[in-house]
């Protein structure tokens, strides 16, 4: 979701099966006018708008409340990451009316992960994984497959490979509902951040399915975010796995290997 390289970032996404056109120009007037205003690029594609900022002082929300007002058929969503003040955010804003908004603590350094681009585009492999004592808990995905996973100190490897809530191998048993939900947490944070799914049919994805076919790249059932896709660049990888943790990474591919 972050701009790589940016400590304040944030996107904003307007979506609605309306007058797009006009809110888009309403907007340019309130930001030309507001001495306060930061640079953004702007992104259109379908039934959404979609702005991303690089920040100093703050998302404008005055300005996207002063245009949603005359256009009350439109959502606008915005989702922040400070990393400097080690936050993330998002709001809703309608009818010029904020709507609902919420902060929470960004703890990005708890999560290490890998990504594999392929020559096309496609995500060949990623993980993402914490440390739980002895044991490492994660969730890894590929284009066309995903799982759950748990590997314990005795180097058993757990696999849930439909994300079902039960241990597919190696026994079927189910899952203790404290551990999916962390298992759960993980996958949301990574893909929230990397990943975006074929079968999702929001104007996020929109956006997402427009940028890969001005690219030429090969959509998949699980895809790279457009801007981590840039910042791994083709056929390349990206990893901030500790030592430790890379035999995980080549037990996680080495187990799918052998299901492929």
Known sequence: MAAPGSEFTAIVRVAGPGRLEEFREQLRWLMVRDVDAENYTEHHAGDALE?????????????FANASEEF?????????????????????IQSGRLLDHET??????????EVECGAQGELVFGLACVRDGEAWLGYCASAERHAYFQLLPSGELRLDESASGCWSAPNGEEIAPALLERLEEIAFRFAGDWLWYDEDASPATMLERKRYADHGWVVAGANLKSEQLLRVGLGQAFSTLAPEARVLRERLRSAWARKA
């Not at 929470?104 to 992960?113: K, V």
């Open 51 to 63: 702005y991303r900022f690089e920040l100093k002082k703050g998302v404008p929300f005055s300005a």
């Open 72 to 92: 009350p058929e439109l959502r606008v969503e915005a989702e922040w990451r400070n990393i400097a003040q080690g936050v993330r955010g998002r709001a809703i």
């Open 104 to 113: 929470a603590p960004l703890d990005s350094g708890l999560l290490a992960l």
